[in-house]
């Protein structure tokens, strides 16, 4: 039924773009990876958005999930040649032509969510974990078939872990831990063992688990237990062992030790939030599967980590920004990443654990802000290679604004001001007490803040607020925009519109009704807007739209921005994506963009001796780069020819002028001058 009710959505709204594709970038590398298994030289990753494999050990990964349903892998594991997977939602699936195709099995709805996968001997178990509206329940299923058809669930255990070792299988289901010396057919709990058990691994007689009060360790197959030394945080604990190295990772870190416990050794480098979900050994190596952060390689037996995410697109990519050729992507959990290529590579930038789950992000001149997760506001002044904290420290700051020389940020449901190279942020919300504000806009005239109460507007900098007139049932904020002198709100129940400056809003016939509007970009008189999994375009200033997401089905779409020539879109665990304006609006709506400099860094500023000069450039042209007195003299022409598009870094040597006032001057190809003044001491 949910199926018919969307095309019929669809048809209503407007005709899907049968004309070119959306594809994916590369990258940004990372996200969030599960499980690994391995058949004889090729590597398997389990990922929130499919299989990888590697054939190099890790070092480059494909995706390899043809025939896989769009959904994440939570559990691998091989019986001889099969590969099998657990899915989240959709059962378990195998595959005979190591990862080339797929064939799903018989263990399907209602416990379809499966979360661990054992071989033992020639069974195969799975544990599921099913949520009903009595409460959630874990089980375990059989498989004599390699993994074809099920019998269960098994009314002595359920499981959300296992671990296998001489003969005998242990479960724990998040709350006990279970144990069977009969391939699972019958199970037990082992007398003081803890409750709350999150995972175990086993070798030999040794057992080790991870529970809610610490890690702990049974040296007689279980038979008796005691707390491990093991530094340790509830959250997200995880043990493991590979052959006789215990290994303990939580928020604390991952910690390491060979001598069964008895003492621990944190690892370094610490991975990003050292949440790890498996760790898997191949071919002399380790490799760690993380909540964010992709895939961790160690070559020195876990002593010292490094990424091995070339591949690896599996991000959460929750904002994106601009400026001049360089696409900014602000992750949850992984980051923040630059592309000046249009997604052909990806950089990861400096940043710091509190900085890594960016929820906004804004480009303001050369200037970028992000707003994270607990961390604040963060701004980079070199295209995203080093960032610096600059206030809010401690809050969650989920939307950004910049006019002029002023920030806004939205953070703890209100509105804070910050003024270009001030620490302080000053909280600007009389009259936005009763509302939750979630989005903030900012123009040359006024501030408009979407809440969970409507719109509000303020005309002196967010000093003051007062509250507009909204339709019933489309209070609830997302999105906002402007194109013309038109401004859009997107919202929980569709699309409202505003044609005198935000004061009174109404809602339009064909305004996406019912849709979930999360986001909006615009370019010229266009508007793109997106829900959580469609795309739509609007050339008539939002009067009809039409779907323009063929080759995103399946992916959940969180963020919009364009660049260039071309709409870029940020996913739920699948990167970022790339299309072409052209193939949505046609090419006579696509302006082809002068030759035009970014505004101009320069660093450091006073001078005393060499400052480099930073810009970017939009297309291959003539450039000249010079240097004037106050009196408008040339002193010194540091560049003059062709530039292609791209960052660039000249250097002034300042030493050979005297002390005083100067000016750094780059011609835009459309007539204009951009200048900034440079004071040598």
Request: net charge negative.
């Amino acid at each position: 039924m949910k199926f018919k009710l969307v095309l019929i959505i669809v048809l209503t709204l407007g005709t899907r773009n049968a004309v070119g594709q959306w594809v994916q970038t590369n990258g940004p590398y990372g996200g969030t990876v599960n499980a690994f298994s391995s058949i004889g030289t090729v590597l398997f990753a389990g990922a929130t958005n499919g299989v990888y494999q590697s054939i190099d050990s890790g070092v480059t990964w494909t995706h390899a999930s043809q025939g896989l349903p769009h959904t994440s892998i939570q559990a691998l594991t091989t019986m001889g040649t099969i590969l099998l997977v657990g899915t989240e939602n959709s059962g378990v699936f195998y595959s005979i032509d190591s990862a080339r195709s797929w064939t799903q099995s018989s263990l399907t709805s209602p416990d379809s969510n499966v979360l661990a996968l054992a071989v033992i001997g020639s069974d195969l178990l799975a544990g599921t974990y099913t949520s009903y509206t009595s409460g959630f329940y874990e089980s375990i299923y059989e498989s004599t078939d390699s993994g074809k058809s099920w019998t269960g669930p098994n009314p002595d255990a359920g499981a959300t872990s296992f671990a296998v070792s001489g003969g005998y299988v242990y479960a724990s289901d998040g709350g006990a831990i279970f144990h069977s010396a009969d391939s699972g057919k019958t199970w037990s709990i082992p007398k003081g063992s803890w409750n709350e058990v999150y995972s175990v691994a086993a070798h030999d007689q040794i057992v080790f688990t991870a529970t809610e009060y610490g890690f702990e360790l049974s040296t007689d197959r279980g038979m008796t237990w005691k707390l491990s030394t093991a530094p340790y945080t509830s959250n997200w604990p995880n043990a493991s062992m590979i052959g006789t190295k215990l290994f303990a990772s939580s928020q604390r870190g991952i910690f390491r030790s060979t001598d069964t416990g008895k003492s621990w050794i944190l690892m370094s480098p610490d991975p990003i939030g050292s949440i790890v979900y498996s760790f898997y050994s191949f071919g002399g190596d380790i490799f760690a599967g993380m909540l964010y952060g992709g895939i961790f390689r160690s070559t020195d037996s876990g002593i010292s980590w490094k990424p091995s995410n070339n591949g690896i697109i599996g991000t959460d990519v929750r904002s994106l920004a601009t400026i001049g050729t360089n696409v900014f992507a602000g992750t949850w959990g992984d980051g923040t990443f630059t592309s000046s290529d249009d997604g052909q590579i990806w950089n990861t930038n400096s940043i710091e654990t509190s900085q890594a789950y960016v929820w906004s992000a804004i480009s303001n001149g050369t200037d970028i802000y992000v707003g994270t997760e607990g961390g604040g506001v963060h701004q980079s002044t070199d295209s995203g290679a080093t960032w610096t904290s600059v206030g809010l420290s401690g809050s969650d700051v989920l939307a950004l604004a910049a006019e002029g020389t002023n920030i806004y940020a939205v953070a703890g449901g209100t509105v804070f001001r910050n003024i270009v190279g001030d620490t302080d942020w000053i909280k600007v919300n009389t009259g936005l007490k009763i509302s939750y504000v979630t989005r903030i806009f900012a123009n040359d005239s006024f501030l408009l803040a979407g809440s969970d109460s409507g719109v509000f507007r303020s005309t002196d900098s967010g000093m003051n607020w007062e509250q507009t007139s909204v339709p019933l049932g489309y209070t609830y904020i997302l999105a906002l925009a402007q194109v013309g002198t038109t401004l859009f709100a997107g919202t929980d129940s569709g699309i409202i519109i505003s044609n005198d400056n935000g004061t009174h809003w109404a809602a339009t016939k064909n305004g996406l009704s019912g849709h979930t509007v999360n986001c909006f970009a615009s370019y010229n008189s266009n508007l793109f807007a997106n829900t959580a999994n469609d795309l739509f375009l609007s050339t008539d200033r939002g009067t009809t739209w039409t779907a323009v997401d063929s080759g995103l089905g399946g992916l959940v779409l969180t963020t919009l921005a364009v660049s260039g020539q071309d709409l870029f879109v940020g996913t739920n665990g699948a990167g970022v994506w790339r299309r072409p304006l052209s193939e949505m609006i046609g090419s006579s709506g696509v302006t082809e963009a002068p030759h035009q400099a970014s505004a101009i860094t320069i660093y450091p500023n006073p001078v005393s001796h060499k400052a480099r000069i930073n810009f970017s450039t939009n297309a291959s042209s003539p450039t000249s780069v010079t240097i004037f007195d106050v009196l408008g003299n040339s002193v010194t022409e540091i560049f003059d020819g062709i530039l292609e598009a791209g960052n660039h870094s000249l250097t002034w040597d300042a030493s050979i002028v005297p002390p005083g006032t100067y000016y750094a001057r780059i011609p835009s190809g459309n007539g204009d001058i951009q200048t900034v003044k440079v004071v040598k001491e």
